[in-house]
């Protein structure tokens, strides 16, 4: 992300509050967003991994001016109560969260998915990538009295066929059944629940992917736009789903990839 990073400041979160998951370093989508929402008002709590992740994500909480940051690992439910006991005794209720978190090994991440996918990297993967987007609808929600938004990211690999993405994608697809279920069941709250699909990014998350490169190379030079997938589209777009500019959108995948995933056919210039 470029340090010149250039956002429309204003007031369209002020007075509200909300739950960043997912921050591991100044590359994270979560971070883009944090500072997109933070840009226009908003109060943001952060949760991180674990005490390795603080060193990386404290300085960037601070550069916001904001100190709230919760250690949370998705995969432990005495630390997920711990997290969200500690929002609730600071914030009482909150307005908005952000889930952008997910996993697969490694190993998973290559080559046939029939091949690489095994009992116990299944599960984690999709423990990791989509239940943990249910126990943070769950609970956010518990905080949200008044209505609110919840968003998550996810990728093309759930609806296509894409190179070694295999068990994510699957998990994705999990993952966007699970934004329209929970959706259903938190919209007569007042609680609309939306996911972002976005075009590769180099991130962490992205480095963990045999071939990442030229996902992203692929997916700048077939897109519409011919353009790489911006981080200011990407926060952009949670901006509008977490603000009352989104309000009417519940269920919804927004694709946010240059135009990438309506592509059939590249061009080939003949
Ligand atoms: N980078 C891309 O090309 C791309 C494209 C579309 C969607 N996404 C999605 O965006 C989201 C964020 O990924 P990113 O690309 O910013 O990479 P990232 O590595 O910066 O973020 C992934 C986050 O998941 C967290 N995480 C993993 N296991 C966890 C656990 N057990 N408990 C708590 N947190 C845990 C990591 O700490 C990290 O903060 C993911 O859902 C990813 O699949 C990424």
């Known amino acids: 992300m470029a340090d010149d990073w250039n956002m429309p400041e204003g007031e369209l979160m002020k007075g509200r509050r909300g739950v960043i998951m ?34 990386r994500v404290r300085p960037l909480v601070e550069s916001l001016g904001m100190n709230t940051m919760i250690p ?40 046939s998915m029939v091949e690489n996918t095994t009992r116990d990297g299944f599960a984690r993967a999709m423990e990791i990538s989509v239940y943990s987007f249910i126990d943070a609808c769950r609970r956010g929600a518990q905080l949200m ?21 295999n068990v994510m994608g699957v998990a994705k697809a999990g993952l966007e059944a699970a934004t329209r279920y ?63 500019l989104g309000q009417s959108i519940a269920g919804e995948v927004i694709h946010v990839d240059a135009g990438f995933h309506a592509v059939g056919v590249p061009e080939t210039g003949e």
């Open 22 to 55: 997912g921050v591991a370093n100044q590359n994270s989508i979560a971070w883009g967003i944090a500072r997109q929402l933070a840009a226009q008002g908003a109060e943001l709590a952060f949760t991180y991994q674990g005490e390795a992740l603080e060193r």
């Open 72 to 111: 949370a690992d998705v995969s432990d439910d005495a630390s997920m109560d711990a997290a969200f006991a500690a929002i609730a005794d600071k914030w009482g209720s909150i307005d908005f969260l952000v889930h952008s978190i997910a996993f697969a090994g490694k190993e998973e991440l290559q080559g």
């Open 145 to 165: 009295p008044d209505g609110g938004s919840i968003m998550c990211m996810t990728y093309l690999g759930a609806e296509r066929v894409v190179p070694s993405y």
């Open 182 to 244: 929970a959706a259903r069941d938190l919209g007569p709250k007042g609680i609309r629940v939306n996911a972002i699909s976005a075009g590769a990014m180099r991130t962490l998350s992205l480095a963990g992917i045999r071939g990442g490169k030229s996902l992203m190379s692929t997916g700048r030079d077939w897109s519409l736009l011919k353009d790489d997938t911006q981080m200011e589209g990407v926060a952009g777009c949670a901006l509008y789903l977490l603000s009352p």
